[in-house]
């Protein structure tokens, strides 16, 4: 039963164009959302997160907005890089469980930036 | 700052073996975590400690794998026996505070065969 879901295993984009990848969720106790950016043979990078009670946050060219209501968050990359090249994983994480630092990540989605 | 350690990168070993993965956290971080990430699917939590103790071990799939923290430092995980499933590449990861926070490793990939 997988609780966070990354429909799509890739993505192509151009560089300078934007780029979007999409994260659905089950279990409506999480309340905290992270996107880690991950290189091959490197473990994965913390890049952007959100709590529920925002819908939005920015920091530089990546955006992740969230939509409480469809269980359904995004991260938006503008402009795109070809050094943004990598596997984007969504993680999510209940925090009034107790044992809040655990997350549970989806399958990623691998973003190809070409020239 | 150093960053997360983990030992060995890679690690070959036939079916039935014994298998010890390190974790050298940053200092300072309380907490530990343990990941798994098989074939290409999703990482999911295996464990997590803080300090010395195992706050959550939900994720440990069966009394095979034990996990070890001494003296809120450095941590290991053991597989005893290894079977063909194990395989994968386990992440290590630390944080002082909450999610978000963290580093992780840069993973340990096991291959039992």
């Known amino acids: 039963d997988q609780q966070v879901k990354q429909n799509s295993p890739s993505l192509s984009v151009q560089e300078g164009r934007i780029s979007i990848l999409n994260c659905d969720y089950t279990?409506?106790?999480?309340?905290?959302f992270l996107w880690y950016k991950k290189y091959p043979a490197e473990g994965p990078t913390f890049l952007i997160s959100?709590?529920?009670?925002?819908d939005k946050n920015e920091d530089g060219r990546f955006t992740v907005f969230l939509n409480k209501s469809a269980k359904h968050l995004s991260l938006h990359i503008v402009p795109s890089q070809p050094g943004d090249s990598a596997v984007y994983f969504c993680?999510?994480?209940?925090?009034?469980?107790?044992?809040?630092?655990?997350?549970?990540f989806g399958t990623g989605t691998r973003l190809q930036v070409t020239l | 700052e150093a960053g997360v350690t983990q030992f060995p990168s890679h690690s070959v070993i036939e079916k039935g073996q014994t298998v010890t993965l390190r974790c050298d956290p940053i200092?300072?971080?309380?907490?530990l975590y343990w990941y798994r990430r098989v074939m290409g699917k999703e990482i999911k939590f295996l464990l997590h400690?803080?300090?010395?103790?195992?706050?959550?071990e939900s994720g440990m799939p069966n009394n095979r794998f034990l996990a070890e923290r001494t003296g809120g430092t450095y941590s290991t995980l053991k597989v005893q026996p290894a079977e063909l499933e194990d395989s994968g590449v386990y992440f290590c990861?630390?944080?002082?505070?909450?999610?978000?926070?963290?580093?992780f490793g840069s993973g340990t990939r096991l291959t039992v065969v």
């Open positions: 400690f803080v300090k010395e103790s195992k706050q959550d």
């Open positions: 200092s300072g971080h309380d907490n």
């Open positions: 959100i709590s529920s009670i925002k």
């Open positions: 990861a630390s944080s002082q505070g909450r999610a978000g926070g963290y580093t």
């Open positions: 279990n409506s106790m999480f309340d905290y």
């Open positions: 993680a999510a994480s209940a925090t009034n469980t107790g044992t809040a630092s655990k997350l549970t």
